[in-house]
């Protein structure tokens, strides 16, 4: 498994294939993805004093991101994002 360094965070894009009306999209007129399941997170932060500041989401959460954050990395046949913890507006109850 992945296993992301500093503040970094594994995500698995979650994407919605219809609208709310049930139309199936055509790929090229989907919008990119903005809600995932955190899969990793780093150790987090490390301050100029060496202190450690954890990663405040953790796996399992639903989040929601910013729409261009991140790296798109494929590791065993998956496709995940790799974001940064500032990169992330919110988690979804």
């Given at each position: 498994?992945?296993?992301?360094?500093g503040?970094?965070?594994?995500?698995?894009?979650?994407?919605?294939?219809?609208?709310?009306?049930?139309?199936?999209?055509?790929?090229?007129?989907?919008?990119k993805?903005?809600?995932?399941?955190?899969?990793?997170?780093?150790?987090?932060?490390?301050?100029?004093?060496?202190?450690?500041?954890?990663?405040?989401?953790?796996?399992?959460?639903?989040?929601?991101?910013?729409?261009?954050?991140?790296?798109?990395?494929?590791?065993?046949?998956?496709?995940?994002?790799?974001?940064?913890?500032?990169?992330?507006?919110?988690?979804?109850?």
């Amino acid at each position: 498994m992945l296993k992301p360094l500093g503040d970094r965070i594994v995500l698995k894009a979650q994407e919605e294939e219809q609208t709310v009306g049930g139309i199936v999209l055509a790929s090229n007129a989907k919008n990119k993805p903005t809600t995932g399941v955190v899969v990793a997170v780093g150790q987090g932060r490390t301050l100029d004093n060496g202190q450690v500041v954890a990663v405040a989401v953790k796996e399992g959460d639903k989040v929601l991101f910013d729409k261009y954050a991140g790296n798109e990395v494929e590791y065993d046949g998956e496709t995940y994002l790799v974001v940064h913890e500032k990169d992330l507006v919110a988690v979804v109850d």
